[in-house]
T-cell receptor, first 115, second 117 residues
Framework: AQSVTQPDIHITVSEGASLELRCNYSYGATPYLFWYVQSPGQGLQLLLK??????LVQGIKGFEAEFKRSQSSFNLRKPSVHWSDAAEYFCAVGPLMGGGNKLTFGTGTQLKVEL | DVKVTQSSRYLVKRTGEKVFLECVQD?????MFWYRQDPGLGLRLIYFSYDVKMKEKGDIPEGYSVSREKKERFSLILESASTNQTSMYLC????????????????FGDGTRLSIL
């Protein structure tokens, strides 16, 4: 069975500091990986996705993520955090082919930004 | 841009009531999903549908049913609401790529925060 682990429930960073949110997955086939962000009271917005090619993918809002197959990780990074990045972040994995497009989500990481 | 609209942002119902949550998408997507979101548990899939009148159970279908009579609309039904169904409910949709296989990102509505008293 597929699973996603986000080991950090809460993270606090200062505005302007760099950010890395961790995501580890367990999946038996070629995975399709996603990062979503959820602002308070809102639905989830897609930040970026990866399924093949360059293992460093760029997303919206200045975020990037690196796929490391050997470590089963897909960590999200941002070089300089803005106060508006405070939100909850979810990593998700799904089958690249077939599977009805079902995704498995991690439990989320709540990001707080100190001014 | 894909628009997924959930009919209510906030809803308060009583135990035992039959509750309907509605979701409409405007991008002609084949797949639609209902999740519930609880603190510390992330998103859990309740039901999904890959075509009109087609549905499949997700991870936590107990106490819920769904209806998809039209492609753009996917309804979640709480047959007899209970307090443990108080939660945030999220609807999502996704397309099927050319060729019919493979996956696409899911697009989410803003959620319905449901309280059962």
């Amino acid at each position: 069975a597929q699973s996603v682990t986000q080991p950090d429930i809460h993270i606090t960073v200062s505005e302007g500091a760099s950010l890395e949110l961790r995501c580890n997955y367990s999946y038996g086939a070629t995975p399709y990986l996603f990062w979503y962000v959820q602002s308070p009271g809102q639905g989830l917005q897609l930040l970026l996705k990866y399924f093949s090619g360059d293992t460093l993918v760029q997303g919206i809002k200045g975020f990037e993520a690196e796929f490391k197959r050997s470590q089963s990780s897909f960590n999200l990074r941002k070089p300089s955090v803005h106060w508006s990045d405070a939100a909850e972040y979810f990593c998700a994995v799904g089958p690249l082919m077939g599977g009805g497009n079902k995704l498995t989500f991690g439990t989320g990481t709540q990001l707080k930004v100190e001014l | 841009d894909v628009k997924v609209t959930q009919s209510s942002r906030y809803l308060v119902k009583r135990t035992g009531e039959k509750v309907f949550l509605e979701c409409v998408q405007d991008m002609d997507h084949e797949n639609m999903f209902w999740y519930r979101q609880d603190p510390g548990l992330g998103l859990r899939l309740i039901y999904f549908s890959y075509d009109v009148k087609m549905k499949e159970k997700g991870d936590i279908p107990e106490g819920y049913s769904v209806s998809r009579e039209k492609k753009e609309r996917f309804s979640l039904i709480l047959e007899s609401a209970s307090t443990n169904q108080t939660s945030m409910y999220l609807c999502a949709s996704s397309s099927v790529p050319p060729g019919g296989n493979g996956n696409q990102p899911q697009h989410f509505g803003d959620g319905t925060r449901l309280s059962i008293l």
